[in-house]
């Protein structure tokens, strides 16, 4: 999926993220995406082995999604579309299972993708949140 309507859609309903292979270093897209999306209302919760036990965006960061325990809207993903596969089962094991699964702006893995669209996760490949949700004018003032 990459039509601007349909993103425009999952950046209105999705509420809660979770954000795979979030970072703390500022300059990084997996720390400064999600910190944007936190400033514009979304609650975010940092997904990141090296790093649990933190907290960022006013959450405990996570080091596996099944540590959420809880329903997210949507998983964002950070992390090298190699390394994919390996984070299939803990995305298909999540339940409720995520309505979106987000691969950031350069992430493609077309085989991951068509696994999650067949257990109806809705995936969205090779885009970035943050210039999406800026471009669309979702942005708060």
Same mark, same amino acid.
């Given at each position: ?9 999952? /950046? ?7 954000? /795979? ?15 944007? /999306? ?20 006013d959450e405990p960061v996570r080091a596996r999604l099944a540590d ?7 998983v964002d993903v950070f992390r090298r579309a190699e390394l994919l ?8 094991a999540m339940r409720p299972a995520p309505r979106f699964v987000w ?39």
């Amino acid at each position: 999926m990459n039509g601007s309507a349909d993103v425009a859609g999952i /950046l209105s309903e999705s509420r809660t993220i979770a954000v /795979l292979g979030a970072h703390d270093e500022e300059w990084r897209p997996a720390f400064y995406v999600p910190q944007y /999306l936190h400033e514009q209302g979304y609650r975010v919760i940092a997904v990141n082995p090296l790093l649990a036990g933190r907290t960022l965006w006013d959450e405990p960061v996570r080091a596996r999604l099944a540590d959420i325990g809880e329903p997210v809207d949507m998983v964002d993903v950070f992390r090298r579309a190699e390394l994919l596969p390996d984070h299939l089962p803990d995305l298909l094991a999540m339940r409720p299972a995520p309505r979106f699964v987000w691969f950031q702006q350069g992430i493609r893995n077309d085989a991951v993708a068509r696994r999650l669209t067949e257990a109806g996760i809705v995936v969205v490949q090779d885009r970035c949140t943050m210039a999406d949700h800026r471009r669309l004018g979702l942005a708060r003032d």
